[in-house]
């Protein structure tokens, strides 16, 4: 199923069925969808640290 994202003061998904639904609605907020992208370089930055400190081990 593909789904078309529209952003504007928040966030909307439009499905196959051309049915519009706001993402606060369903649970995901703009403000939500922005913390966890801004959260996933800083864990993968973390991983990628402890990876390398268990090498030099």
């Given at each position: 199923?593909?789904?078309k994202?529209?952003?504007?003061?928040?966030?909307?998904?439009?499905d196959?069925?051309?049915?519009?639904?706001?993402?606060?609605?369903?649970?995901?907020?703009?403000?939500?969808?922005?913390?966890?992208?801004?959260?996933?370089?800083?864990?993968?930055a973390?991983?990628?640290?402890?990876?390398i400190t268990?090498?030099?081990?």
């Amino acid at each position: 199923m593909k789904y078309k994202v529209i952003k504007g003061r928040g966030i909307a998904f439009i499905d196959d069925k051309k049915v519009k639904i706001k993402g606060s609605e369903v649970g995901f907020s703009l403000a939500k969808i922005e913390r966890i992208l801004n959260i996933r370089p800083e864990l993968t930055a973390k991983q990628a640290e402890q990876k390398i400190t268990s090498w030099k081990m």
